[in-house]
């Protein structure tokens, strides 16, 4: 099954820093969506790139996808508290929808 | 309002037992999906629904049962063949044809054995 893979693990900043989280999958996707969890709750749907798009904003959120390289990043800017989380890309196959491991963002004050 | 919801929220199992977790949708979406998720980690599908009365099983599947006879439901059974079923449930699911659009969750269901 298709399943994306979120680098770094973990990422820790500052507030009002920026944070870049990447994901890297195997096979050919017909669209690309990220996710969030907060600690014990289930997962909030970020954004959604369809494969013929380059780049896709919404409010604090820039996610980039290259098909070629099969990767895809999600910038988070002017990050604040609230964004503590992990982060979770859902390379879309057919049928399925998988996860990867996530990237653990955490924000300090 | 429309969204989906799983019970319960807490869940204790002895062991050797089968226990039921609920997923419910009110959000007319054909598919469905439950993932597990321990400490840490990121989700595993366990089994998924595209359309009622038609199921799939995922990574995970061995150890546990799932029923779609109707479209808003999706429960998950932990059966006593699953060796290590402490764990966070989730359930989600999708308007149409599965990764083609946003996926909606529950809150999730934690499951300890004791």
């Known amino acids: 099954s298709q399943q994306g893979e979120e680098d770094p693990q973990a990422l820790s900043i500052q507030e009002g820093e920026n944070a870049t989280m990447n994901c890297s999958y195997k096979t050919s996707i017909n669209n690309l969506q990220w996710y969030r969890q907060n600690s014990g709750r289930g997962l909030v749907h970020l954004i959604l790139?369809?494969?013929?798009?380059r780049e896709k904003h919404s409010g604090r959120l820039r996610v980039t996808l290259d098909t070629s390289k099969k990767s895809s990043s999600l910038l988070i800017t002017a990050s604040r508290a609230a964004d503590t989380a992990s982060y979770f890309c859902?390379?879309?196959?057919?049928?399925?929808?998988?996860f990867g491991s996530g990237t653990q963002l955490t924000v300090l004050p | 309002d429309g969204g989906i919801t799983q019970s319960p929220k807490y869940l204790f199992r002895k062991e050797g037992q089968n226990v039921t977790l609920s997923c419910e949708q009110n959000l007319n979406h054909d598919a469905m999906y439950w993932y597990r998720q321990d400490p840490g980690q990121g989700l595993r599908l366990i089994y998924y629904?595209?359309?009622?009365?038609?199921?799939q099983k995922g990574d995970i599947a061995e150890g546990y049962s799932v029923s779609r006879e109707k479209k808003e439901s999706f429960p998950l059974t932990v059966t006593s063949a699953q060796k290590n079923p402490t764990a966070f449930y989730l359930c989600?699911?999708?308007?149409?044809?599965?990764?083609?659009?946003?996926?909606?969750f529950g809150q999730g269901t934690r499951l300890t054995v004791v």
């Open positions: 989600a699911s999708s308007l149409g044809r599965a990764a083609r659009s946003e996926a909606f």
């Open positions: 859902a390379p879309g196959s057919a049928r399925q929808l998988t």
């Open positions: 629904s595209q359309i009622v009365n038609d199921f």
């Open positions: 790139i369809r494969s013929n798009e």
